[in-house]
């Protein structure tokens, strides 16, 4: 496995924001030593069927960032979300800071530039995005070095982010009783997502694990921090030493029987685009609905 830099000692000032409209929790983390900080996966908001678009969510974090006299360096979106729209774009033109996402984002809009029968236009490199991450890479925010760890197995993207003591873990993991994201989108497997949380649970027992979606299982109120102890103890779907081929069948299984999220169709056309919706022809922006495609 990857020797990656863990500095546990570092302990980074992690503010949260839940989108009740998504069950998405975005975060704005700061460097203890300085005033730098990062932003992972922002929102922005959407009501689809009237095809309107506006910020509330993404205004929010601006405002945090602000009044508090932080620095923006980074902008990182863990995956391409199926559920959500990235606000990265609309902070970065605040705020300034870098746009990064996982190296493999260039199969995801392979795979997704042919659904939405893209034209050349659609670049497939990743080029929308400031910066591409590959297992183990570093960055700095401020005097904090974080670091990427490849995750795929919900999307073939997905990368956990580490930031000190804290991991952004995307959708790899849910809170202990919401267990684990489906593995069924294209790209996806349950396997390699099975692997990869082993890579999370990997890390010092004392990790603050950070989730993108909570959805309060059971009536509990909304949470979105856990610990990589918790996880490997009490995780449904696989604390407690459950086996991969478990883990499988399970997720297999429970896979096909959800229903598409209800925002995928808009999420995919722009987050594969780092956040920026498509224009037709004319420049006007617009979103395709492919029938029967997904
Ligand atoms: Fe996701």
New binding site residues.
Partial sequence: MTNYPINMNIEPKVEAFFDPATNTISYVVKDPNSDSCAVVDSVMDIDYAAGRITYDSADKIIDHITSNGLKLEWLIET?V???HLSGAPYIQEKLGGKIGIGKNICTVQETFGKVFNEGTEFQRDGSQFDSLFEDGDTYMIGGMRAFAIYTPG??PACMTHVMGNAAFV??TLFMPDGGS?RADFPGGDSAELYDSIQKVLSLPDDTRLFM?HDYGPNGRDIEWETSVAEEKAHNIHVGGGKTKDEFVKFRTERDAQLDMPKLIIPSLQVNMRAGEVPTDEDGNPMLKVPVNAL
Avoid: F, I
């Fill in positions: 995956h979300h199926a559920d919900h999307t995307g959708d994201a993108c």
